[in-house]
């Protein structure tokens, strides 16, 4: 979206296939009853300059509401708050030179420029350096099992150096502390927004056009075909979609561009949105440390959304991470419903079952790609080997986390080259 906006406003020609009824992907809402918020969980940062400014342009950042958050932990079956300093040196789990590694660990982090130099370093390895082999093995592998499974072994150090880098983006530019954000309304507010002003800027939005394949013409044209058996010709297009997708839509790349998308390996998510009638306890996340627990977090949003705009009720995200091969995606919601729930009901005792008001799940086979050792030299070019192909995605994010920030920046610098290839 990011990009048909700019390639419209430099006098540009633009189409945009979604597969979906709606935009956003990742970043898409839906409706839990008569409430309707994001899918997926999602947070702006003061820091997230790139958000903020793709906001102001859409003239929502005057809707943005700020909230100073509080963080949890849950550790060996009870709930503990890591929100302050003082809260983190009363941490029990831990022994005051655990902590002392920990906080050396995340500090030393945060000042860490060379992000290069990480990527040929396994993230366990480099953890266990800094922090010592009992916080490693009770706080950082749980936590690493937990968002990439048993990949964390073949992960790079700078898995953790991107996540430590975003939190304290803000306190590298000066702010006291760090605020989280949204707009009000959520993601379906920014997208009416946003679809609005490509229409206006001329951007032909095709909704419902699942693409199946895109190919080079003799006559220099790439023709887009869509599922439905539609085609349209275009100069240059832009595939967005995950490696292992652009790779199957693009036969005529040549082999060593096939194997570069086909091989870069992604992270799915199976993510639980529940409404419910009452609070958990307040914290916007809480980080499971304990091992067999079917989620890897709990995120209560209403810690950071009033209330008032969900209904009054409580919505909380129970995410769990996986393989994006893994058969488990396939599993029924019920499936899902019955575990997630037996554990949050034992978590959070004063939670009972006739106060789950909704319970919805979303399944994702691509959402975040794995930053394995050495993986920026094993990533594909934005320009193909087919003039007029150009692949722009969310794995050539390569020194930051995946979040909107980020895809709105990747977005904007690859904007330059793609302006060179259409003059």
Not at 86 to 100: M, N
Not at 156 to 181: D, H, N, V
Not at 214 to 238: H, N, Y
Not at 266 to 292: H, R
Request: glycine share 6%; proline share 4%; charged share 20%.
């Amino acid at each position: 979206m990011t990009l048909a906006h700019r390639l419209a406003q430099h006098g540009q020609d633009v189409t945009l296939f979604e597969r979906a009824d709606h935009l956003g992907g990742l970043a898409s809402a839906w409706s839990l009853g008569d409430v309707v918020w994001d899918r997926h969980y999602h947070v702006t940062l003061l820091s997230d300059s790139h958000t903020r400014s793709l906001l102001a342009e859409l003239g929502l950042e005057h809707e943005m509401r700020w909230v100073e958050t509080k963080t949890g932990f849950y550790t060996d079956g009870r709930l503990h708050s890591m929100s302050s300093s003082l809260e983190f040196l009363r941490f029990p789990p831990l022994g005051l030179i655990s902590k002392a590694r920990l906080a050396a660990t995340i500090l030393y982090a945060s000042r860490v420029k060379n992000w290069r130099r990480l990527e040929n370093i396994p993230v366990a390895d480099w953890l266990r350096r800094w922090s010592g082999k009992k916080t490693f093995d009770k706080i950082w592998l749980p936590l690493l099992r937990s968002k990439l499974g048993e990949s964390y072994r073949e992960t790079s150090a700078t898995f953790i150096w991107a996540t430590i880098a975003r939190m304290y983006a803000a306190r590298r530019t000066g702010l006291k502390k760090e605020m989280f954000g949204y707009v009000s309304g959520g993601y379906a507010r920014v997208l009416e927004v946003f679809h609005k002003q490509l229409v206006e800027e001329g951007v032909r939005v095709e909704l419902g056009a699942e693409v199946s394949k895109i190919s080079s013409q003799s006559a220099g044209e790439i023709v887009v075909e869509t599922a439905d058996g539609e085609s349209s010709s275009f100069d240059q297009t832009v595939v967005t979609l995950a490696p292992p997708i652009a790779a199957r839509l693009c036969p005529d790349l040549n082999d060593e561009e096939q194997t570069r998308l086909a091989g870069t390996q992604y992270q799915g998510i199976v993510c639980a949105s529940v409404l419910l009638k009452k609070p958990l306890a307040g914290y916007y996340v809480t980080n499971l440390t304990d091992e067999g627990l079917p989620f890897t977090a709990v995120i209560e949003m209403t810690a950071l959304v009033n209330p008032s705009e969900l209904g009054g009720h409580t919505l909380i995200y129970l995410p769990k991470y996986l393989a994006s091969d893994d058969p488990a995606l396939e599993e029924p919601d019920a499936s899902w419903q019955n575990r997630f729930m037996d554990t949050l009901f034992r978590m959070y005792p004063h939670v009972e079952r006739e106060d789950l008001v909704s319970f919805q799940v979303s399944r994702e086979r691509f959402v975040y790609p794995l930053p394995t050792l050495g993986y920026s030299s094993r990533l594909p070019a934005q320009r193909t080997s087919v003039p007029g192909i150009h692949i722009v995605n969310s794995a050539q994010i390569v020194n930051g986390t995946l979040n909107v920030n980020e895809t709105v920046s990747l977005a904007e610098r690859a904007l330059s080259k793609l302006l060179k290839d259409t003059t």
